[in-house]
Every structure is written in C-alpha cells, then in structure tokens.
C-alpha cells in the first residue's frame, strides 16, 4: 500500500500543478486502501502462515471466504465506480511538451511505482494463488532471487529519474540547460562510483572469506543474483544512482530553502530516499554471517574478526526443572565479544557483553510438551556497521555420559559407579506400573568411601509419573550438592526396566558437569547508519512538505472569493509559479 500511496502523493502534485491525472489519482486511491486491507487481513489471518513470521495460526476456509468479500466490496466495488465515473472526469495530457520534462518524468515516476505495486503484490501473495490453484505446488515464500530479477530494474530506472526531475522544468526545458545543470552531480557521481568500486571488491573478497553452502542465507544470495559478476555490476550501478538521486536533491533543496523554506520539504524527502537505497543495497548484498557453536568452559572462538565466549544464561529456573533457564520469559544468554584489536569500549573495558534471549513464549497457554521456543537477536551497534547476534538453532544442554554416545549412566541393582570425584550407588527401585517409577541413589565423595564416619552422604530419589498419560520426570534436583556455579547437582531418571530394574540415569555432579553448547549465527552488516539517515531524511521532508501543504491551503481558504485572477485564485497561481520555478 506505501507504493501506491506514493504513486498518489506524486500523482496529487501534477493533478494541482499541471490539471491531470485525476483519473490516475482517483484509481490511486482505490488501490492503495484496497493493499492495505490485503495486507493487514493476509499477514494477520494465517494465510501465510507458511511465509510471513508475523501470521501466527492456519487459515481455515472461512479466512478465505472473508478475503474474497474483502477483495470484492472495497476493490472491485471501487472499481467498478471508477469505471462508471471514467469519462466524467477531467483529461488533460500529463507528458509535457518534450521528454526533458517534469511532466514526463512525473509520469514515469508515478508509472514505475505502480508496476513495482503490481509485482510485489503478485510476489507477496504467491503461496495464496499456489495454494489456489493445484498446478502451482509450493506454498514457500519466494526467494530472493524473483524480487531482483523483477524489481531491479524499475528501482534503478526510478532512483535514475530521481536525479534528474531537479534539473527539468514543467511542460519542457532546453536540452543544453538541462546538460549543463546536470554535469556537477554527474561527474561527482562518476568519482564516488570508482570509490564504490574499490569498496565492492573488498566487500566481495570478505563475503568469499566466510562463505559456507550450509548457510541458507549465503546460498540465496548468491542465487539472487546468479553470479558474482552481474551481482558486483548491479550492486554498483544501483549504489551510484542512490547516491546521485541523493546528492541531486540535496543541491536543489539547497537551492529552494534559500529561496522559500517551506518548499523544500519535497525534495529533502527525495534526499532520505536516495540514500535510503543505496544503504539498502550496500547492507543486504555484503552482510557476512558465520555460523559458531560455543561451549561451556571452552574458552573464546574467532569469528569476523572478535573473539566470542559463553558466559552464562541468566533465566532462573522454575523448581524441578533446574537446567531449564528458558522457562524465564526474561532469559537470557550472555556472550563475551572481544573487538578485533582490542578496541577501548565506551565504559573503557575491551570487551562487551550481547545478550541474545531465549526463552519459551507460550509458558501460559500450553501444556510443557507443547512449549515453543523463541528465539530474540541482539543487535551492537557501530558507526559504520552493526552486528547481529542470534541463534541457528535452540542451545542444548550436553549431559555428562559414560559411552560417548546416550547422555547418562546405565546402573544396575546394588551397583555402585565412581563418576568424577564421587562414588553413586543404586540401592533399589520403586514400581507402581502405570503411574511411577522412583530409584534410591547414594552419593558420597569417593575419597571419603573408607572413611564412613566423616563422609557427607547425599540421598537423591529421581523418578517418572505418569500424569494424564504424559511421563513427567521429577526429583531431579539434589539440593544439598552444590556444583561450583551454586545450582544443585542433578539426577534424572530416564528410563527402568521393569524386569531387571536396570536404571539410565543422567547425573550432573560437581566434579562431573555436562556443559551448554550454543549455536550461534553471527552477521556483520555494513551501512545499517545508511539506511537509518535515509528514513530520518525522508520522514523529516515529508513531514517538512505537509506542514506547507497545510500554510497553503490555509491561505487558499482565507483568500476572498472575489480575489481571483482568471477565474483562479491567487494562491493557486503563486503556488503554480512556485513550482515552475523550483
């Protein structure tokens, strides 16, 4: 809906300035109300349950149902009545004279984000048609590769126009003054794309440094993009352009705030949007992910250049479930960065801490076996580019094991196992078939077993219960054996043979501690502060233009019916000057 929006925005400018596209403008406004429903109802409703992460159930058939009625009163109904009012409203050419023209460009511009509305539309809702119509088999979102090879172009052709409508007046303007104005910003534009260039070719070299098939992120990129040779042309001459549309803007609302303050609100908002794209472009075609899992007590591991540590996670465990930090909604899992270099932090330490969460969002609204993982990054912010952090997949807990392979230890009745420094002894078992399975366990310290009178003996009764057909293990903690972090040491029962009572048990004891591996994905993306000074610039100017749009229309309300020149008013001639002259 923003495309279409803008398309209107641009459209409204030449209805007032020049008397046309009212037709366009009207149809512009159907459609742009029409995308916002469609898109609220599709990413909220389930429909892409599949492709978008913010549809958050399936769709049923009645969703369906109210997406056709949706479609069918606002926009064809709309439709319809456009259709019926089409020759009653005002014609006029919107061309210009000539094709170096505001007019013209006005057009194309406006032309360009209507093709681009069409396409991502189509592309947005594809798994809809495909789900729809039983020759189109997948129901994934598309790839990266379709939005460039269809939206490349009509982003180049309209960031081009962008930097030429400051030079061009309405209706025509001399071809040899056009050239003229636009030689500075052209050769400018010509020394910073050598600098690009230079800039690319290491950027490439870097990608190529930490590029790995696994990542699915690497693999599409590449894809997008077919090869490295078109993708270095495309990038480069999408960048220039961004920064031509930018850097010719900025000297025209130079230009016009000397002149008139309040009419360079338009031409600001064009500055934001120009560098907007070429930050886009820059971050999300040379952003480098690497993949790393940590682990506990192995120390830091490089990557990108820093240096990465476990430290620990900060959830508090519910009772009974002490190596479950995830059931915190506020968990939290603490990485140690080193900066390449070791770079002085703002707080003057040479390290900082991310904190990606972790942690189990439907805790309140599902049973335990039905819990869901969520999975938040964290972003560390640096002048020229930011770092994400997050996870590739969920942190695992690596219990201790006796065989290398099945977490545990396999005890039969009355055996006794020496387990790091400390003796654990099997004693009995209690059965009560269908509903519980308990064992008896004796820990001591294995330097203490021959000397019984000052040995400190720790009981720990792990079980199973069968609660409503669900096998729910309890009495896992052993309160009164500490590990060295200060949590209780950990006895769980997995399984018992009702026939020989052999016990797998898994055991987390002070000498004997299992450890957390995280797998993290780590993403170095540069010019997000592009991108950022983009939107600002945008919203500010587009904020700048409607404040004069409201001065003038105060004045146009405020001017006396009889103040008219050529049957119109005179603020609509002073703002018709005004914009000839701009």
Known sequence: PWLAVTALMHGLVVQRVRGGMARTNTFLGILAFSLFLLGTF???????????????????????????????????????????????????????????????????????????????????TQPIWHKWFAFLRSTAAPEQAIYNKFMYFPTLLAVLFMGFVPWVAWRKTNPDTFLKKLFIPWMITIIFGFGLVVWVMGAESAMASVYDPNILDHVETAKAWGSSRIQRVAVIALAAMGFFAALSNTMLAYRVFRAKPLAAGGWIAHVGMGVLILGIIISNTYERTVQLTLSQGDGAKPA??????????????????????????????????????????????????????????????APEEKYERMR??????????DLYLGFFSDPQYAWPTEDGKEPGFTFKPKEKKQIGDYMVGYYESVSQPGRAFQVRLVIVRADAVNNPSKAQIYEALPSIRMIDGQ????????????????????AMLDRLDPATKEAR????????????????????????????????????????AMVRRSVENRKYKDTDPDDTVGGLKESCLLYTSDAADE
């Open 304 to 365: 990108l250049g820093y240096q990465w540590e476990f430290e620990k996670m900060t959830g508090k465990p519910m009772p009974g479930r002490p190596l479950n930090p995830d059931y915190d909604f506020d968990n939290m899992v603490q990485i140690r960065v080193t900066p390449p270099g070791n770079a002085i932090q703002a707080d003057g330490s040479k390290t900082f801490l991310m904190e990606p969460r972790w942690f189990v969002h439907n805790k309140q609204s």
């Open 42 to 124: 599709i990413t909220r409703s389930g429909v892409l349950k599949n492709a978008s992460i913010h549809a958050f159930v399936e769709a049923s058939n009645r969703v369906y149902l109210i997406l056709i009625i949706l479609v069918a009163a606002y926009f064809l109904a709309g439709l319809g009545l456009w259709l019926g009012r089409y020759r009653s409203m005002p014609r006029r050419s919107t061309l210009g004279d000539t094709l170096v023209s505001r007019d013209f460009a006005s057009y194309v511009s406006v032309l360009l984000m209507i093709v681009t509305c069409v396409l991502v539309t189509i592309a947005t």
């Open 505 to 544: 048990i898994r055991l987390v004891l002070p000498s004997r501690a299992g450890r957390w591996d995280i797998p993290l994905s780590i993403t170095y993306k540069p010019g997000v502060n592009i991108v950022w000074v983009g939107v600002l610039i945008a919203v500010f100017g587009t904020l700048w």
């Open 376 to 385: 938040w990054p964290h972003i560390h912010k640096y002048f020229g580019h």
């Open 471 to 490: 096998a729910i293990k309890t009495n896992i903690e052993i309160p009164d054996l500490k590990l060295d972090d200060g949590s209780p040491a950990i």
